[in-house]
């Protein structure tokens, strides 16, 4: 620290100092947000798809249910996307519809 004396002048050694905390906050900061995104990546992809429960027929579904069931299957996966992503936990066979958004 005493060389620092004789090649700097005071104003310009707290200068650097400012200089250099802001830019340890900067890194802090950084670091932060990545460790963030990180932990938001890892819960997403721990979250396992639904289990959709299937029946063998229409009026079997409808009796369990009580709901209006249709034929469910997943059979167009776009390109670019995986079938756990489209689909999730969708498989072939009879599932009650899903209920109809309300009116307001």
Do not use: N
């Not at 990180?38 to 429960?53: E, F, L, N």
């Amino acid at each position: 620290m005493s060389i620092l004396r004789w090649i700097m002048p005071p104003h310009r050694r707290r200068a650097g100092m400012r200089r250099f905390i802001f830019i340890v906050l900067m890194v802090l900061a950084g670091a932060q947000m990545g460790a963030q995104k990180s932990r938001q990546y890892q819960r997403s992809r721990s979250k396992s798809p639904p289990v959709v429960v299937t029946y063998k027929s229409q009026e079997e579904c409808e009796a369990a249910t009580g709901k209006k069931c249709d034929f469910m299957m997943c059979d167009y996966v776009p390109p670019g996307k995986t079938f756990e992503e489209v689909c999730g936990g969708v498989a072939k066979g009879w599932q009650p519809m899903p209920a109809a958004p309300q009116a307001q």
